[in-house]
């Protein structure tokens, strides 16, 4: 196993330690981990960039309050999460 997949594998453990439960998350770090590979063999300091870019820069959680066809109300969380303004703002 070479340095860079070694150091790959760390990375990916701390991000499913992170976020277990976010399947389709993990699964499009996967591919990128997967994609991206040769160019992290080629310089470990692209893997690190990439190590940031995965943590969330800002997260946004607030209440969505309803009512049920039974006429109970409910409140369920939404989230907003924004991954990186680095190419401008945020939109939508």
């Keep these: 196993m070479s340095v860079a997949a070694e150091k790959i594998s760390v990375v990916r453990a701390k991000i499913l330690r992170r ?20 160019v992290f ?18 997260q946004i959680i607030f209440r969505v309050p309803w009512v ?15 991954m990186s303004s680095a190419l401008g703002p945020y939109k939508g």
């Design 68 to 82: 049920d066809d039974k006429g109970v109300q409910q409140v369920n969380r939404g989230f907003r999460v924004q």
């Design 41 to 58: 063999e080629k310089d470990i300091r692209y893997l690190e960039a990439f190590e940031r870019l995965v943590e969330p820069e800002r």
């Design 19 to 38: 976020d277990p439960e976010q399947k389709e998350f993990l699964q499009a770090v996967d591919e990128v981990f997967e994609s991206l590979t040769p």
